[in-house]
């Protein structure tokens, strides 16, 4: 048997003394070294930033905002039928966004008219105290609705087929950033 690893093209096992094993053993070594040092680095415990996305059908970010857990978002948009603005207000959770309150103009088609923490307040129908938590948000955002999101003073209007939803990125990953330095 051992014939036969003599006879292979690189000398075998045992090609000068055993430093042919050595020597790909601390290759081998030093390559999950530095495949774990990588891992460690991007998946790390790192500080992170949360940042509430906004992308197209194809995925590509058309914006970006960085915000903490508990931070308010609004979403508003004209329903289309009852022509009365629908705000809805949501607060940014580790997992996606929560859906914590709605407030409208008038009930009617696809509006709630029947809940149970339903009140008015100045003229609009107010229903506070949901808790419902979405891990992204589908929307179809167009100028005849005159789709808006906003994020502290910031104001973004949502056009086409889009996803909202809140990542985690590590700090130094800083490509959001860079993706957004752009505009819409």
């Known amino acids: 048997m051992a014939d036969r690893f003599r006879s292979w093209p690189h000398g075998g096992f045992k090609s000068r003394g055993g430093e042919h094993v050595r020597g790909r053993l601390a290759l081998l070594a030093g390559g999950g070294l530095l ?3 990588l891992l460690v680095l991007a998946l790390g415990p ?4 949360t940042v509430l996305e906004v992308r197209d059908q194809s995925s590509r970010l058309l914006y970006a905002h960085r915000v903490t857990v508990g931070d308010e978002v609004v979403y508003s948009y004209l329903h289309s039928v009852e022509r009365s603005i629908v705000v809805e207000v949501f607060q940014v959770a580790p997992t996606g966004l929560r859906l914590v309150m709605t407030s409208f103009g008038s009930a009617g ?12 307040r100045d003229g609009r129908f107010v229903i506070e105290g949901l808790d419902s938590l979405l891990p992204e948000l589908p929307l179809l955002g167009s100028e005849a609705t005159r789709s808006l999101l906003q ?3 910031d104001s973004y209007p949502l056009r086409g087929r889009i996803t909202i939803a809140v990542r ?3 700090v130094w990953a800083a490509g959001w950033r860079r993706a957004t330095a752009a505009g819409p």
């Open 46 to 49: 790192w500080p992170r930033d």
């Open 151 to 153: 994020v502290g003073d």
């Open 109 to 120: 088609a696809g509006l709630p008219a029947c809940h149970q923490d339903l009140v008015t």
């Open 168 to 170: 985690k990125y590590p």
């Open 35 to 37: 495949l774990s040092l």
